[in-house]
């Protein structure tokens, strides 16, 4: 069919290609936003943060008094230079993950569906304890979208490494 298969690429079909490629998509608007997110705050000043932390608070119609409101914008306020770079480099490294990631996912890499299951297990728990906190139907979704891209790549990797375990059958003639 033309396309050569090169180690360490992963064999592929088209369907399971457009949904591993829809991922490395979202794996890379995520660490873009996050990207510019964390540079973006950096770039700002802690002031100018602390301002827009209460114009997000007073535009999104929630009550200032409210808990998570008052929180958001209390720890606006204790941010300092040092704080906005650790969030900066912290933003620069989770990006790097993803981007990462999503190149691998791209090219069908084999070693990209090894970082798909260890990205998505690392945070299994802290979702699992945040549904139990709090449950609502976003937590949910993040849950179960999680659970399926680490139970569906770890099947394609059991797959995988079967398959390459297994002999290949010669017919005497």
């Known amino acids: 069919m033309g396309f050569t298969q090169k180690k ?8 399971y290609s457009c949904g591993v490629r829809a991922l490395a998509v979202f794996e890379t608007l995520k660490g873009v936003i996050v990207l510019f997110t964390g540079f973006g705050l950096f770039s ?3 002031q100018k943060v602390q301002t827009i932390a209460e114009l997000l608070v007073r535009y999104s119609h929630l009550n200032p ?4 409101p008052q929180v ?4 606006s306020s204790h941010l300092s230079n040092g ?15 993803r ?3 999503a190149y691998g996912l791209w090219r069908m890499r084999a ?14 728990p802290i979702e699992v304890q945040s549904l139990i906190r709090h449950a609502s139907l976003l937590r949910e979704a993040v849950l179960l979208t999680n659970v399926f891209i680490v139970v569906f790549f770890s099947y394609r990797r059991l797959l995988d490494r079967e398959s390459s375990t297994q002999s ?3 017919e005497a003639t």
Do not use: K, M, Q
């Open 65 to 68: 008094a409210r808990h998570y």
């Open 8 to 15: 360490g690429d992963l064999n592929i079909n088209s369907n």
């Open 99 to 101: 981007l990462v990631e």
């Open 44 to 46: 700002l000043g802690p």
């Open 111 to 124: 070693w990209a569906e090894w970082f798909a299951i260890l990205s998505g297990a690392i945070y299994l």
């Open 83 to 97: 704080r906005l770079r650790s969030v900066a480099v912290l933003a620069f490294l989770y990006a790097t993950f």
């Open 72 to 75: 958001f914008i209390e720890a």
């Open 168 to 170: 290949p059958v010669i």
